[in-house]
């Protein structure tokens, strides 16, 4: 594993110190090491529960149709999460398992986005095939369509060929997501660092060393611009369906240009799963974005862990100043309070969610 090393040696008490022969002083370290607990004094809020409750959009349950949810709804009540949706639904029978297990035991805490297989893509009738399934796993009571980030990476046609994610072979999946009044949320490409050098100018290097299947290329399949103009082309051409652009569709760390493509595409909205450490390093640009396009952004976690929330309450609630994230190959620098109105933070939490997606039960959410 590559390494850099820190070097603590201009500074003149650790000269002072080694010249006096203290032997157990370190002069080098890893920087995966490095942790230095702050010395800062100000106030600080830890939130462990959301001040109103919450819709999380972005969330990912397996087995959800053979399993008891009971654990699951505890954890979600500590957090103050009235509504999961579990984004990772398949489609069919399994699907179909899962939505009758929800409706029996929690009717009304469980939403279900379904999923597309893209096996076989190309062969004689696959759209329609695809298209029907769609139609019937909504029937069957799911409320959205996610897509993967495999589209546009891996997902390869009956001819061997990577399907970029504007394929035309999917648009009548996008226009009937549309028909049927439900949202696509989608998630295309990773962050932009991945396809960058690592060395020790890359952010992400320590995501990237440590999760070295995350490592992309120009031809890794195709280049990060690549595949955002591709997702942004269906986002152009499919104007009456609704898109939940996951991640902040990778501009979180250029909500400029993340708000010049809301201004233009009026039926894309935003979560922001995984992304907490970048709206949390520019509290004031981030502050007003969420501002300005307050109707646009909804609650998403993606990983499951319920200790990690307190992080993205703490960060949307509080005005507190350099607190730690929960992830260092994420983020090594701390964390500052976008200080939200309650008018704002209503939005975020489920306002928005209630409005997007279809059969939330609205009766569990203040006015
Ligand atoms: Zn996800």
Redesign the pocket.
Known sequence: MKRISLVICSCLFYGTLFSQGASTSVTKMDFENYNPTSTLVVPGHIVTRSRFPFIDV?N?QRDMGSRALGSLVTEMDSLNMKVMVN?SGGSGNSLKQSLESVKAAYPNRFIIFANIGFNGIGEKGWTEKAVQQLEQDVKNGANGLKIFKNLGFSVKDNEGKRVPVNDPRLDAIWAKCGELKIPVLI?TADPKPFWDNVDEHNERWMEIVTHPGRKRGADNPVPWETLMDEQHAIFKKHRNTTFIA?HFGWFPNDLARLGQLLDGLPNVVVEF?AVIAELGRQPIMARNFFTRYQDRILFGK?SWVPEEYKTYFRVLETADEYFPYHKKYHAFWSMYGLGLSEDILKKVYYKNALRIIPNIDKTLFPK
Do not use: N, T
């Open positions: 972005h990912h984004l998630h996951a799963g993606d």
